[in-house]
């Protein structure tokens, strides 16, 4: 990661009643993750406070945050095999239908990471409102080797 210039943040504190990881196995099921960074935060409906450039923004933020929480719970990323799936939502105004490309947002930083064993399946779901008023909140499937 340092190679490619990605510094992870602090892994975010849960704000309810879940864990964020469950590992089955050899499988990592991380709970959805938010679009912000630190104090910089990407709020409101994407197609109408929120532009298409700063909503992928908001969903690389997400799958930092996603990546801290592994590195906390597992001590070392290297221990992840491939990325399985996301599932993303994403906070749309009426008429905005670019949610794909919100979520290539995620979805590049991990190509960018692990190359082919990045490639995952996705959803990219339009959703009317999110947690604290966050544009993009993102769950994740990984494998361990």
């Not at 930083?109 to 909140?137: F, K």
Request: hydrophobic share 45%.
């Amino acid at each position: 990661m340092r190679s490619l210039g990605i510094t992870l943040p602090k892994a975010p504190t849960p704000v309810g009643l879940f864990v964020p990881v469950n590992q089955v196995d050899h499988m990592l099921y991380a709970s959805g993750q938010g679009s912000f960074f630190g104090e910089h935060r990407i709020e409101g409906k994407v197609g109408r406070d929120v532009t298409l450039e700063d909503a992928r923004l908001g969903a690389r933020y997400c799958m930092l945050n996603t990546l801290a929480v592994l590195e906390e719970y597992l001590g070392d990323l290297n221990r992840i095999q491939r990325v399985v799936k996301l599932l993303a939502f994403v906070s749309s105004d009426d008429g905005f239908y670019q949610q794909p490309a919100v979520v290539n947002g995620a979805s590049q930083l991990l190509l960018d990471l692990w190359g082919e064993q990045g490639r995952h399946a996705r959803s990219a779901i339009a959703v009317n409102t999110l947690p604290s008023n966050l544009s993009v909140e993102i769950e994740a499937i990984f494998t361990l080797k």
